[in-house]
C-alpha cells in the first residue's frame, strides 16, 4: 500500500471543506451536497450571484477564508480553465470536472481544450472528469444526485459512465445497493482507473468493489491495479467495447481505446476479476458479493411454484454454465411427506405452488429449504416467489398477515442454508412495474424489505437470478485457479 | 383446411352453453366466466350446493335442459371420470379437466388413470387436459382467470404450461398483450399441441401464433402442423427442456418425451418457426410480430441518452447477431445541425440526452427519427426513452405537459420511421417496480400507454428490446430462406 497516495486520495474523499464552483439555484451538485452531511462544509462560488439558496457565493474560490480541499467545477467549458487555475492557486487537493465539451467531441477545439487542461494541472492538483458525474461518498457527504441515500454501505463502484453512476444511486433506493465510495470519472484527464482501483482496494470501508470501463491509457498499469485490488477482495467489471461496433462507440465516447473484447476478457481472468455483460448484472453481482460467501461448486436447487418454469429455468442454468442436480433419494423420500404428489414435481426443480400458500402447521417451505440444504451436489439455492397476484385474489385483506407468516416461515429456511450449511441464497420477486393491482404492488414491496432485512439479495426476475449464481461461480472457479 | 375438423375446434372455443362442474363460490372458473358475456350461457354444476353465487348449482350436467357444448371439470381426480362420462351422455362436444393427479404425478395410480381417461373418451368427447388451465377467448367469453382482460386481439397462445398462460393473461393488462385465442393443454390426454395449431392457423381471427411446448407424443404430426401454421402466418416457439437437465424436468413436469434440444431446433427452423430462449422473448416477440412488418435487414439504431448504455448497447447487438451501421455522412451532418457536440455522440447509437428534454421548437427527436429512417443500412430503431426520474427532478409538476408534448412529437416521427420508411420500432421505458417516486411511475404508466396506442411496442430493458429486434430479424431470415 502506497500510504501517501492513499492519504492524498482520502483527502479528496473525505476534505475538510468543499465547494462547488458555478453553484446556481438550478444546479444539481448545489440541491445534492445541500441536502448531506457536507452541508456544513460547504461553500459556493459564482460571481453572478450575491447568495445561492440563502447562502453567500462567492465570486472566486480565492475569496472564500478557509481551506478548501474539494471542488466541484459545474461552469461552461470555456471557464473551466480559469476556475482550475483559481483551484490550483487556492491550494484545492481535487477537482471534480463535471462539465463537457472536451476531447469526447471529437471536435478539434475541444481535443485542445483538453490538452491545455492536462498540461495545466499536471503535478499541481488531483482532476476526476472532465466529462463526468464525480465522487459520491454517504461517509463524508459527497454526492452528485440529489436522490441518493445517506446509507454508508460497503461497495466501491468506478464507472467511465456518468449514466450508469445514476443507475447505482438509484439502485440504492429501489434494490438496497449500499455504497462505500462510487467515482464517475469520465474523460480521465488526471486520476484515471488505476488510481480509484488502488484506493478502493486500500479502503477499509469497501469490500467489493464494482467497475464500468471502456478503455484505458496505460494498460500494463490498469493490469497490475486490477490484480492488486483483485488479490484484495472481489472486483466484478463490465467492459464497454468488446464488439467492433462497440469499440467504435465507445472510442467516440470517452475517446478511449478500447482494444479487443477478448485482449480484455483474458487480463480479468488473469486478475482475479469477474467479468460480467451488462449493466443489470454488474448490480447483482456487486451486491451479492456484499452479501453473500463464494458458492463452493455450480449445483443449483431451485424451488419454484411453477413447473413449466422449472422446466425453462433448468435449461436457462444449463445453457449459463450451471447443474441442475436431481436431489438423492432420502431427500425426495423427506419432500413426499408433506409435498403433494398431484400438479408438482418433487426433484430439483421443486415445483410445488401449494407450499407458498401455506402460512401454518408443519412441513412449510423452510422445511423445503432445510432438505435442500443438506445435499452435498447443492450450492446454491434460488427461491422463485411469484405468487403474490394470485394470494391478493384468494385471500383479499387477509393477504398481508398471510404472507408476513409465510415469510418469516421461509426466511428462516433461508437463514439457515446460508448460515448453517454456507449455500447462496437468492430470492426473486417477480413485479410488474406496470401492475394494475395495487395491492400486489404494496405485497411486494413488503416482502421484498423483509428479505432485503435479513440480509438476502432480491432481484425481480429469475433469470437475474441465474445469471447472479453463475457469475458467483464463475469468480469461485477464478479464485480457486489462482 | 380440414373444414369438419375446423367447426369442432370452432364449436369448443365457440359454445352455444357452458357449464363447470365442480363450480363452487371459491373457485376461480367460476368467477372468471361469470365476469365475461358467457355468464348469459353459464351453467354450474355440484352436488354438494343447491345454489353457487346465486345460481341455480346442478347435481348432474344430465340435468341441464339446453345443449352444453362445452364443460370444464374441476372436481377431486377420482371424480373426474364419472364427471367426463356423464358430459359424453350429455353429448358435450369438449371439456376442459383442469384437474391433476393424473400422469404428471409419476405414480402408477397417476398414469393408470390418465390410461382409463384416454380410453373413455376415444372418438366419444374431445378433452383439452387434464392438469391444465384450459382455454380462454375473449370473443366468446371463455376465461381462467378473473383478471384476464375482455379486449379481443389478434395472438393465438398455445402452451404446455398453466404458469405460461397466467403470464399472458397479466401482459394483457400489464403490457397490452392481445389475445384472440389461448389453450394450456397440460397432458394432453386426446387434443394436442397439432390440433391448436392448425386450429389457430385456420383462425381468421388469428393472425400470429405462440406457442411454449415441453414435448409431443407424435413427432411427424407436429412437424406437419407447425409448417402448416408457420406457412400461414408468424409463429414463435419457445421449446422447455433443451439441455440434459430441463429434458429431465420436462419429462417429470408434462410426462413429455422432450427430445434432443438440436433435433427441436432444427425442425423449428426447417418449418419457419421462430424459436426463442426465455417467457420474455415468446411475449415480446408474439406482440411485436402482432403489430409490426418484419425487417428487412440486421442493421439497428439506438437513439439513447447515454454514451455507457449506447457501447453496451452496441455490444449487446453484435452478440446477438445485429449490426450497428455508422451512419453516412449526409445524415451526421444533418444531425450535427442540432445535436449538441458537448457529451453527446453523434452517430449510430446516438447519444444526445438533450433532445429527450426538447418540448418546443426545431430540432426535435422527430428529426433524428425522420433522418435515422432515411438511412437504407438500418432496418430497426430502438428508442431508450429513459429520462422520466430526472424530469421529475427537473420539473416537477410541470412534467406532464412538457412530456405529452415531447411524446406527441417523438411519436410522429416513430409513426413516419414505421408507416412510411417501413422501419421496425421499438420503444424501451424502464421503470424500477420498487421505485419510491409515485411520480416517476404515473408519468412512465402514462408515457407508455401514449406509445401503446399508437400501435408501439414497448419494453421495459434495453436487453429485452436487442433481443426482440434480434428475433425478428431471424424470423426475417428464416422467411427469406423458406
Tied chains: 1, 2.
Excluded at 427461491?383 to 418469516?408: S, Y
Amino acid at each position: 500500500m502506497n500510504t501517501a497516495k492513499f492519504e492524498e486520495m482520502n483527502s479528496i474523499f473525505f476534505p475538510r471543506n468543499a465547494a462547488v464552483i458555478g453553484a446556481s439555484p438550478k444546479d444539481n451538485y448545489t440541491y445534492s451536497l445541500l441536502a448531506t452531511k457536507i452541508r456544513d462544509r460547504l461553500y459556493f462560488v459564482n460571481p453572478n450571484y450575491g447568495e445561492v439558496l440563502g447562502r453567500k457565493s462567492y465570486a472566486s474560490i480565492l475569496d472564500i477564508d478557509v481551506p478548501i480541499d474539494y471542488a466541484v467545477i459545474a461552469v461552461p467549458a470555456q471557464f473551466v480553465l480559469g476556475a482550475v487555475g483559481d483551484c490550483i492557486g487556492k491550494g484545492v487537493k481535487g477537482v471534480h470536472i463535471f462539465t463537457s465539451g472536451f476531447g469526447e467531441t471529437g471536435l478539434p477545439e475541444g481535443i485542445r481544450l483538453e490538452k491545455k487542461l492536462a498540461d495545466l494541472v499536471k503535478g499541481k492538483i488531483r482532476v476526476i472528469g472532465p466529462n463526468c458525474m464525480g465522487s459520491y461518498c454517504p461517509k463524508s457527504g459527497l454526492s452528485f444526485n440529489p436522490a441518493s441515500t445517506n446509507v454508508e454501505g460497503n461497495i466501491g463502484v468506478i464507472t467511465q459512465s456518468g449514466t450508469f453512476a445514476q443507475v447505482f444511486v438509484y439502485a440504492g433506493r429501489t434494490m438496497n445497493m449500499r455504497i462505500s465510495k462510487m467515482v464517475s470519472y469520465g474523460n480521465a484527464v488526471d486520476l484515471d482507473c488505476p488510481d480509484f482501483l488502488e484506493y478502493l482496494a486500500d479502503d477499509p470501508d469497501t469490500s467489493v468493489i464494482a467497475l464500468y470501463i471502456e478503455g484505458i491509457k496505460d494498460g500494463k498499469r490498469l493490469r497490475a491495479a486490477l490484480e492488486y485490488a483483485a488479490g484484495k477482495k472481489p472486483l466484478v467489471a463490465l467492459k464497454g467495447g468488446v464488439t467492433g461496433a462497440g469499440v467504435r462507440v465507445a472510442s467516440s465516447h470517452t475517446g478511449s481505446l478500447a482494444g479487443a473484447g477478448q485482449t480484455w476478457s483474458t487480463m480479468f481472468k488473469q486478475s482475479g476479476v469477474v467479468q460480467v455483460d451488462d449493466v443489470d448484472d454488474l448490480l447483482n453481482t456487486a451486491k451479492t458479493m456484499s452479501l453473500s460467501a463464494i458458492p463452493s461448486g455450480n449445483g443449483v436447487s431451485i424451488v419454484t411454484y411453477s413447473g413449466g418454469f422449472a422446466v425453462v429455468q433448468s435449461d436457462m442454468c444449463v445453457k449459463a454454465g450451471l447443474q441442475v442436480p436431481q436431489f438423492s433419494q432420502k431427500a425426495i423420500d423427506e419432500l413426499r411427506k408433506f409435498v403433494p404428489a398431484a400438479g408438482t414435481m418433487i426433484g430439483n426443480p421443486l415445483d410445488s405452488w401449494q407450499l407458498f400458500y401455506k402460512y401454518s402447521g408443519e412441513g412449510r417451505l423452510s422445511d423445503v429449504l432445510r432438505i435442500v440444504s443438506g445435499e452435498k451436489q447443492i450450492h446454491s439455492i434460488i427461491l422463485q416467489f411469484d405468487v403474490i397476484r394470485f394470494m391478493t385474489l384468494m385471500w383479499g385483506q387477509g393477504a398481508e398477515e398471510k404472507l408476513e407468516a409465510i415469510a418469516g416461515d421461509f426466511l428462516a429456511g433461508c437463514r439457515y442454508a446460508r448460515d448453517e450449511a454456507g449455500r447462496l441464497v437468492i430470492i426473486t420477486i417477480s413485479l410488474d412495474p406496470y401492475t394494475d393491482n395495487e395491492m400486489e404492488r404494496s405485497l411486494s414491496v413488503f416482502l421484498r424489505k423483509m428479505c432485503e432485512e435479513e440480509g438476502f439479495h432480491v432481484v425481480p426476475s429469475l433469470g437475474e437470478a441465474i445469471r447472479t449464481v453463475a457469475y458467483m461461480y464463475k469468480y469461485a472457479a477464478i479464485k480457486n485457479k489462482s
